[in-house]
């Protein structure tokens, strides 16, 4: 009765120590379990972590000294006591401890407990250059998987630009599950306005030699001939048509091949928005005095505008 009372003395620690000595000195062993059971929580409350669990392991409370000392974030006292006394709650206690440090935002610490887990947590807090430094030093399976998750990210914010230097940057694997990616990069880009002067040529040619680099690596894998592998050659040719046109246009002595290009770019408007296509075609050929053409062209233009507003 006295062990109870001291027990219920409000924030007494002392009153608590007392309760457990005198239950595990006097008491039987069920009723010193049941008193120590008392007296756990009343100390965790108090916040006397590593008291309430060496009482719990003085009663072989194995479980519930390890949830003590989670409680307190006494984390290497819990993985020993896991280890030594109950090794089926290691990994209970590792899973915690990853929570934990999650929760707190420690993806530094967590990167040596699980970097699946922090490499999960850079890209939800959108800190992408420490999320790939980390997974390039994993295996090039995982850094391309983030590159894919942040290149997906940039095309979502309309960076298509900087989706295609994360690529230039750290390669194209020829993944089937990238395709989509590459697709959507490859469109956005070749359908971006006022790109077909000479300022743009840094663009169509990262763009060429991406998709060449892709091609290179699809020949060499289980895609290559593939229907994936024709789409990429055909891109292919476009963003090289459209890097020679960029060129041409920086040299007066080659306009008339800026020209040439972008009539034979017409033959793409399945991909190139064929408004953009025959109005950049007039442009070309009104600048070399082609103007038959470039009347045509610029008719044309003008007859898919006024079906789009319809």
Known sequence: MRCLEQVNAPHSV????????????????????????????????????????????????????????????EWNKAKKVAKELEPRYENYVDQKYKEHLKNQGRVECLVGVDVMAALDLYAEKGQWEKCLDTASKQNLKILHKYVALYATHLIKDDDALKALQLYTQHGAPPNPQNFNIYKRLFLDLINFSNTDGPESYRMWADLRNFLQQLCENMSKSAEANSPAHEDFEQMLLIAHYLATRSAAKGAEQLVSVAAKVSVSLLRYTELIHADKAFYEAGLACKAVGWENMAFIFFNHFVDLCDASIR
Request: glycine fraction near 6%; hydrophobic fraction near 45%; proline fraction near 2%.
């Open 14 to 73: 002392c009153g608590c120590f007392q309760a457990a000595e005198l239950s595990i000195k006097f008491l039987s062993g069920d009723r010193a379990t049941e008193v120590v059971q008392l007296v756990g929580p009343r100390l965790a409350q108090l916040r006397k972590f590593n008291a309430a669990a060496e009482l719990y392991l003085n009663m072989d409370l194995i479980k519930e000294a390890i949830h003590t000392f989670i409680e307190g974030e």
